[in-house]
Every structure is written in C-alpha cells, then in structure tokens.
C-alpha cells in the first residue's frame, strides 16, 4: 500500500515550459487535492476533485489545469511556467466520510 | 487577514519542557480543526484532531474555544524528535482544509 505518490520528485523549468505532475493514490479515495507551499504563507489550495471527472478551483488556480480522468490518479499542468510558480507542490486524497487528508512526498519545482 | 493565523516561531525550548501553541481563525462556518505536524523537506501528517471539550493524546493537548475563535496546543516533556513545524488546520464545508503557515518548534538538548 504506497499510499500517494507523486512524480517527478524535482524539475527545473525554464520560463514558458510546460509540464504535468501526476498524482496517485490507491486508497480508493474519493477526494483528492493539489496544494502549493511557499514559505511564510502555508499550503494553499490550486484545484481539487469530488470524484471521477471532476474539478474544482481552490484559492490559488491562475496559472493550473488539471484532470482526474481516473480516480486513483489527479494531474496537475502548467501551461506555460513562470517564475512566480517556483514552490513545493502538495497532492493529497481523504475519503468522502473522513477528514483526514493523507499527502504525497512533494515535488520541488524551480522555474528560472 | 489570513483565515488561519499562526505565531511562526521558532520556538527553541530544551529537552523536557512544556511548550504551547496558538492559532486563530476568521471563519466562524469552520466546522473542524486539526493539528498536523511537518518535518523539514517532508510532507504534513495529522497529528490530532480538536475538539471543543479538548482532547489529549499522550503528551499532547489540543483545546478550541470556539466563542474567541481560538486553538491551541500543548506539548508536554518535549524530545528532540517533537522538533517539526506545526500547522494549523481548519475543516471547511465542502471536505477544503484551509491551512495556518505553521510554527517552528525547535527542541534541544
């Protein structure tokens, strides 16, 4: 049971790059999230998932797409990287009848 | 204003002391609470739910006063391994978890 994985674990953009982080978790969760975490202001919420097919914003989604095509798995995208996306990104899941978030290892993302 | 608010430390406390933390909230919907720990470079974890009556696990006690809109934790006999940042959480309607920046605590010996 690995839990949520991510991947990659570190990338190194150039600005305007694009690029997909995968998100995967085999809890059979029904939620899953991506969160950012910059210093000195917290983890906060770029999109989430209900469920199969959908997506929501969080409070931070300018700049993000994402797809949840299968439940296990919640894809984060950068269209077009800029510097300002340089930060720690989180995937999380819980399921529908708990409150409990479990979070992947992170991926370390530098757009120069 | 943030709607989770954290004192960011450090803390720096020696080996066995008492060490608390406090954390306030600006939505009053919020409808739970947690305290999640994080260790440098690595991911958060849950490490206590919070109740309004208080609750105590081992030697750590999470209490809420939802009247001042107000969270606290305390750690007892600190070890080094307590050292970690401490985040803040609260539960919002729709399964969202809105996240305090955290607190630094640092225990030496």
């Known amino acids: 049971n690995a839990g949520v994985t991510q991947t990659p674990k570190f990338r190194v953009l150039k600005t305007g790059q694009s690029m997909t982080l995968l998100c995967a978790q085999d809890m059979n969760h029904e939620y899953m999230y991506w969160y950012r975490q910059d210093p000195g202001m917290g983890l906060r919420l770029i999109h989430y998932s209900v469920g199969e097919g959908t997506t929501a914003k969080g409070e931070v989604p300018d700049g993000y797409n994402v797809s949840r095509l299968k439940k296990q798995n919640f894809l984060l995208g950068l269209e077009s990287a800029a510097p300002s996306q340089t930060s720690v990104y989180f995937c999380?899941?819980?399921?529908?009848?708990?409150?409990?978030?479990?979070f992947g290892p992170g991926t370390r993302l530098t757009v120069t | 204003r943030k709607e989770v608010e954290q004192d960011p430390g450090p803390f720096n406390v020696p080996e066995g002391a008492t060490v608390a933390f406090n954390c306030t909230y600006s939505n009053s919907a919020s409808q739970s609470f947690f305290w999640y720990r994080q260790d440098c470079r690595k991911e958060p974890k849950l490490l206590m739910s919070?109740?309004?009556s208080g609750n105590e696990d081992g030697r750590f006690t999470a209490q809420l006063n939802r009247a001042s809109q107000y969270i606290s934790l305390l750690i007892r006999d600190s070890k080094l391994s307590d050292s970690a940042t401490y985040l803040c959480?609260?539960?919002?309607?729709?399964?969202?978890?809105?996240f305090g920046a955290g607190t630094i605590l640092r225990v030496k010996s």
């Open positions: 959480v609260a539960f919002l309607e729709g399964n969202k978890l809105v």
């Open positions: 999380a899941s819980d399921g529908a009848d708990s409150y409990e978030q479990y």
């Open positions: 919070v109740y309004s």
